[in-house]
C-alpha cells in the first residue's frame, strides 16, 4: 500500500473532526473540510458534496496536503441528521452526526 492510501486509510479509521449542519440533504451539499491528525502529521481533507439525479447524494474527496484530488466516493447518504460517507478505494467509512442546527 502506498503512503498516500496508507494516510487516508489511517484517517477512516482514526475518524476525521469535520464539523457540519444541515437541516436537510439540500443544505448539506457543499465543500466540507476537517483533519486528519496520524501521530504527529495533521492533513487536511475536504470531501465536495452535490445532489445528484432524483435526490441522491453524489461525493468526491480531496486528501489536500498530499494533492490527492476527486477521490471517488462511492457511498453518501444524510439519514436522521447523520452523514455517512464510503470510499471503498481506502476501505474508509465516515459517520458523523448533526450535533445542533445553524
Do not use: H
Not at 436537510?24 to 451539499?29: E, K, L, M, R, S
Not at 504527529?40 to 496536503?65: E, N, Y
Request: aromatic content about 8%.
Amino acid at each position: 500500500m502506498n503512503l498516500q492510501k496508507s494516510f487516508l486509510l489511517c484517517f477512516f479509521m482514526a475518524g476525521a473532526q469535520m464539523a457540519f449542519a444541515a437541516a436537510n440533504v439540500a443544505d448539506i451539499t457543499g465543500y466540507w473540510l476537517g483533519k486528519l491528525e496520524v501521530g504527529a502529521t495533521t492533513l487536511r481533507v475536504g470531501f465536495r458534496i452535490a445532489q445528484g439525479p432524483g435526490g441522491t447524494l453524489k461525493a468526491t474527496m480531496d486528501s489536500l496536503d498530499q494533492g490527492a484530488r476527486d477521490i471517488r466516493v462511492d457511498t453518501v447518504t444524510f439519514e436522521q441528521n447523520t452523514l455517512r460517507i464510503e470510499v471503498k478505494s481506502v476501505n474508509g467509512v465516515y459517520s458523523g452526526s448533526q450535533l445542533c442546527s445553524a
